[in-house]
């Protein structure tokens, strides 16, 4: 059965939350059932207004090798298709597909199945960012979208006992360009943690509408990412594994910000969320000039079926903190990629025991400096 769609802050992800799982084990030695729940959330997404994905069910089997026409699947069935804007989900906002009751077992498949598109309006479209019209772009899809998306994934239903499963949807590296003015889905898709832990803080109101983002990043990697509020300014990069993280602040025209080492705890720690910076003291980031890197990436040998090369433009400060300033998927076609950089000093900061304002300082040292990074799925980086 399908609950009503709603929306919960403090989700910025697609997240699959495992809540009171047993440890595994054969199905036929447990009895009952239990209940399983998903949720959808998102990371934003780069140069569109919308990245609409229209969601027909979730399925889930217990055996790997289990095709999309074999028995036993289990299933929410969300009737009608639900057609979901994955902008609104940032920031942690998520939204329900629903919950059906689940034989007690072990299950390690799991997809998520899209409508095709058909008819005059598309069920999987974008709109793009300072278009002069709003009109929908189908978006087109690999027919392993109507199959099933699947997502790796292992969980257990205990008898008596819910399982909440959300699912990280990133729209900004879903999303590809084909060279000849079409846009393909190419589905990203993650399970993240669900404890109540993250990082959150303010930017300067100023920078509003600039395209900031907003990311978490691990040694260089991008685990997750947001906008800020567009009416106040605040983020937050919710849902992170514990850990230290490096907060990246970008934007249009600015140069960029960076506040090292901010940790995360686990959901049994004292300070599950962190603070890097409040109303009274936002992060700013003073202008810059910007200059552009553009090349090709070639996939060798060949991809068969359409695997997607990304670019990262990455800085590392003389304290050895590398991170990710742009990113960029590569064009499918012709593997053609150009990313906006600023010229200015980066700022860095650390987080240090928490206390506020952090100090962000030039680092002059390694202004307009880069590295361009390309990788692939089952490539060489």
């Known amino acids: 059965m399908c609950k009503k769609k709603y929306t919960t802050w403090f989700m910025a992800l697609l997240v699959v939350f495992l809540g009171g799982c047993s440890s595994g084990g054969d199905s036929s030695s447990q009895q009952g059932t239990g ?58 906002a998520l939204e329900s597909l629903g919950e059906t009751p689940l034989p007690a077992g072990h299950y390690t498949q799991l997809r998520l199945v899209l409508s095709a598109n058909t008819g005059t309006i598309p069920a999987n479209s974008v709109v793009l960012s300072g278009a002069t019209t709003t009109a929908e772009i189908a978006l087109v899809t690999p027919s392993a979208v109507q199959s099933g998306i699947k997502l790796v994934n292992e969980f257990d ?43 959150d803080g303010f930017v300067d109101a100023s920078l509003l509408g600039s395209n900031v983002m907003v990311s978490a990043q691990a040694n260089g990697t991008v685990v997750n990412s947001t906008v800020p509020n567009a009416q106040t300014g605040g983020f937050f990069l919710a849902r992170l594994e514990p850990g230290s993280y490096d907060v990246v602040i970008t934007a249009d025209g600015r140069a960029t910000a ?74 499918l076609l012709s ?23 952090i100090t962000l300082t030039e680092q002059p040292a390694v202004a307009g400096n880069y590295a361009a990074e390309a990788s692939a799925t089952g490539y060489q980086t």
């Open 35 to 92: 209940t399983l729940s998903v949720s959808l959330t998102d990371a934003p997404a780069c140069g569109f207004d919308e990245v609409n994905v229209t969601v027909s069910k979730v399925r889930v089997h217990q055996s790997s090798s289990a095709s999309e026409s074999d028995g036993d699947w289990s299933e929410i069935t969300l009737n009608p298709a639900r057609k979901i804007n994955l902008l609104n989900l940032t920031n942690g």
């Open 157 to 199: 239903v205990a008898p008596g006992q819910r399982v909440d499963l959300v699912l990280d949807f990133d729209a900004c590296k879903s999303i590809v360009t084909r060279g000849n003015g079409s846009y393909a889905l190419k589905p990203v898709i993650k399970v993240i943690p669900t404890a109540l832990t993250g990082i």
């Open 335 to 357: 593997g053609a990629y150009t990313i906006t950089l600023p010229v200015g000093a980066p700022l860095l900061g650390q987080y240090g025991t928490g206390a506020l304002p």
């Open 258 to 331: 960076v506040i090292a080492n901010v940790p995360v705890s686990s959901a049994t720690g004292s300070s599950l969320v962190n603070t890097v910076s409040t109303t009274a003291a936002p992060i700013t980031l003073p202008t810059s000039t910007t200059r552009t890197i553009s090349g090709t990436v070639t996939l060798r040998p060949p991809s068969s079926t359409e695997v997607v090369a990304s670019v990262a433009a990455k800085q590392t400060f003389t304290a050895g903190t590398t991170v990710t300033v742009k990113s960029q998927a590569a064009d």
